[in-house]
């Protein structure tokens, strides 16, 4: 199975991309990744209020004055991408749409991970 | 109500009690109500809540984004079971009838709203996909939510969200005293409309 860092490379190597962040449904991180450092660490922030506040939405593209995220609901969680202004968000979208599948085997490894330990435990 | 039922319309109805000032929605699509909201509350127990007002300001719109059915219910259960809640919650002391203050079908909307979508129109053309444009504070906790992100991330104040929620129709949320939404076709070309709408 492919690690995070390397599913994602294609999504941090476009440029104008600043950083992935993968969050569960309730609000905790999963996996970040930044091109460049961030002053605080997002894990110092409690994010479950604004993780709720994207349940029902499948995608979302938030632009503010210096930035834009854009947010994708995948079946372990919400991927959201940081990047500035000018970023083609089509090509972003586009790789979103390559890494989705890939999300959705890692979960069901994770599955079959915790299958084969309950197996070993019996 | 029942004539919207009688007569099969589509619309959306905004209504806010007079006396706590909730407000809250209904959506009927060719005269069956789909859903209703208020605050936390959707479908048959916001029904409930909505038909147990007594003094409302309401106004009624054309057109119902929402093509999803969260009531399974006909409308006069749902009044009848509103009604009956009420009088067990307040047995004596009936206030006097109400009269309520309708606003006319297809309520004009601001002039800050018909300028944006006369921009929208003038740069995209009638391919533009817009369908709706209205303003509801349902939406306002949910951008102040999402505006947090930006705010962490050192991106400055949100401009506006663009929401696929896989519904009959997307969603453009612009901030502001009360949220302004666009609902816009799916097919839409949505990063014109994300550039021209944040110009």
């Known amino acids: 199975m492919m690690n995070m860092s390397d599913l994602f490379y294609d999504i941090l190597n476009t440029k104008g991309v600043k950083g992935i962040l993968l969050f569960s449904f309730s609000g905790d991180i999963i996996f970040k990744e930044f091109i460049s450092p961030v002053d605080e660490k997002p894990e110092n922030l409690d994010w479950r209020f604004f993780i709720k506040s994207l349940e029902g939405m499948r995608e979302t593209d938030l632009v503010f004055e210096k930035g834009r995220i854009y947010i994708r609901r995948s ?9 500035a202004l000018f970023v083609p968000t089509a090509m972003v979208r586009l790789n979103c749409d390559i890494v989705l599948p890939a999300l959705r085997q890692q979960k069901s490894g994770k599955k079959l991970g915790r299958l084969l330990k309950i197996g070993k435990q019996k | 109500m029942q004539l919207i039922e009688l007569e099969q319309k589509t619309c959306t109805i905004r209504l806010e009690e007079k006396a706590s000032g909730k407000k809250g929605i209904l959506f009927f699509n060719e005269g069956q109500l789909l ?5 936390n509350m959707q479908g048959e127990a916001a029904a409930h809540e909505i038909f147990s007002w007594d003094a409302v300001n309401l106004s ?3 057109g119902c984004a929402l093509r999803e059915n969260k009531i399974m219910s006909d409308l006069q259960p749902l009044i009848l079971e509103a009604m009956r809640r009420k009088d067990e919650d307040e047995p004596e002391d009936i206030p006097e009838s109400v009269i309520e ?3 006319p079908v ?4 601001a002039d800050r709203l018909i300028r944006l ?3 929208i129109q003038e740069q995209i053309g009638q391919q533009c996909g817009l369908e709706d444009l209205y303003q509801d504070d ?3 906790r949910r951008m102040a939510q999402l505006s947090k992100a930006g705010e962490f991330f050192h991106f400055g104040k949100i401009m506006l969200a663009y929401i696929d929620s896989g519904d009959r129709c997307d969603y453009i949320l ?3 005293q009360k949220t302004t939404v666009i609902t816009v076709d799916p097919k839409c070309p949505r990063d014109k409309l994300i550039r021209v709408i944040s110009q």
Do not use: C, H, S, T
């Open chain 2, 174 to 176: 612009i901030p502001g």
């Open chain 2, 35 to 39: 859903d209703a909201r208020v605050n």
């Open chain 2, 138 to 140: 349902l939406w306002d």
């Open chain 2, 117 to 119: 979508k006369q921009r």
């Open chain 2, 106 to 109: 297809g309520e004009v909307p």
């Open chain 2, 101 to 103: 203050q309708i606003e």
């Open chain 2, 60 to 62: 009624i719109q054309d």
């Open chain 1, 75 to 83: 079946e372990i969680g919400y991927l959201v991408v940081l990047m």
